[in-house]
C-alpha cells in the first residue's frame, strides 16, 4: 500500500516564500506529483518529479529525494491568490498509472 | 480547448435512489480515473480505466458502486441504491499512458439526503 503525508494546513504572508513537505512511503514508486486546488474546484497539476532534484517552473518549484521519500513543493513571491489547498500524489507500480493523493495541505496567504 | 467534461454538476438525491454520474475524457485520452473526495479522506481512488477496460476498482464499494465505459468519450459511476455516506465531491480524471499527469474534470457534487 502506499502512505503520504503532509501537514494539514500552513499560513504566510503576501511576497514570502512558503515550503510545503510531503513524505511517503510506497513499494513500487513511480513519480510524484503537486496538484493546486482552489476551493470548490477541481485539482490542477502543478508540477512532476520522477528522478532526484529540483524542477523549477516560475514562482513555484518541486523537489525529490526518493531515497528518504520526500519532496516539497517550494512557492515564491507568494501572492494572494496561492491561498489553496495543495495535493502530494504519487505514482505506485502496483496501482498502475492511477495517482494516489495525500490529504493535501490547505495554505491560507495574508496581506 | 481540452478539458474533461462532467456531468451533473450538482445532485441531491433521496437515500435508496440511483445516481449516475457521467464524464467525457479528453479525446484522445486513453485513461480514465474516478475519484471520490470528503473533507474527512481527501481523494481517494474509487477505480480507473486504460484503453476502456477496467483496471482496477478495489477502492470502489462493490455492492452499491459500478464503473463502466461504454464507449471511448463516456465514463459513468453509478451508485445503487444511494446512502448518506455516499455525500461526497465526484471527480473524474483522464489522461495518457504513463508518466504524465492526470487532468480533473469540475466534479460532481452529490447529497443523498
Known amino acids: 500500500g502506499q502512505n503520504i503525508d503532509q501537514p494539514t494546513e500552513m499560513t504566510a504572508t503576501e511576497g514570502a516564500i512558503v515550503q510545503i513537505n510531503c513524505t511517503y512511503q510506497?513499494?513500487?514508486?513511480?513519480?510524484l506529483f503537486w496538484y493546486q486546488q482552489h476551493a470548490g474546484e477541481a485539482p490542477t497539476f502543478l508540477s512532476y518529479?520522477?528522478?532526484?532534484g529540483l524542477e523549477e517552473k516560475g514562482r513555484f518549484s518541486s523537489f525529490l529525494s526518493r531515497s528518504k521519500g520526500y519532496s516539497y513543493l517550494l512557492l515564491k513571491e507568494l501572492q494572494m491568490k496561492d491561498s489553496a489547498s495543495y495535493l502530494c500524489?504519487?505514482?505506485?507500480?502496483?496501482?498502475?498509472?492511477?495517482?494516489?493523493f495525500g490529504k493535501g495541505t490547505t495554505l491560507s496567504v495574508s496581506s | 480547448d481540452a478539458r474533461v467534461t462532467q456531468t451533473p454538476r450538482h445532485k441531491v438525491t433521496e437515500m435508496g435512489q440511483e445516481v449516475t454520474m457521467r464524464c467525457q475524457p479528453i479525446l484522445g485520452h486513453n485513461t480514465v480515473f474516478w475519484y471520490r473526495q470528503t473533507m474527512m479522506q481527501g481523494l481517494e481512488l474509487l477505480a480507473y480505466f486504460r484503453n476502456r477496460a477496467p483496471l482496477d476498482d478495489s477502492g470502489m464499494p462493490k455492492d452499491r458502486f459500478s464503473a463502466e465505459m461504454p464507449d471511448a468519450t463516456l465514463a459513468t459511476l453509478k451508485i445503487q441504491p444511494s446512502e448518506p455516506r455516499d455525500s461526497a465531491v465526484y471527480f473524474c480524471?483522464?489522461?495518457?499512458?504513463?508518466?504524465?499527469?492526470?487532468?480533473f474534470g469540475q466534479g460532481t457534487r452529490l447529497t443523498v439526503v
Open positions: 500524489a504519487v505514482r505506485d507500480r502496483q496501482a498502475g498509472t492511477a495517482l494516489i
Open positions: 510506497t513499494s513500487g514508486f513511480n513519480g
Open positions: 518529479n520522477v528522478l532526484d
Open positions: 480524471a483522464s489522461g495518457l499512458e504513463v508518466n504524465t499527469e492526470a487532468f
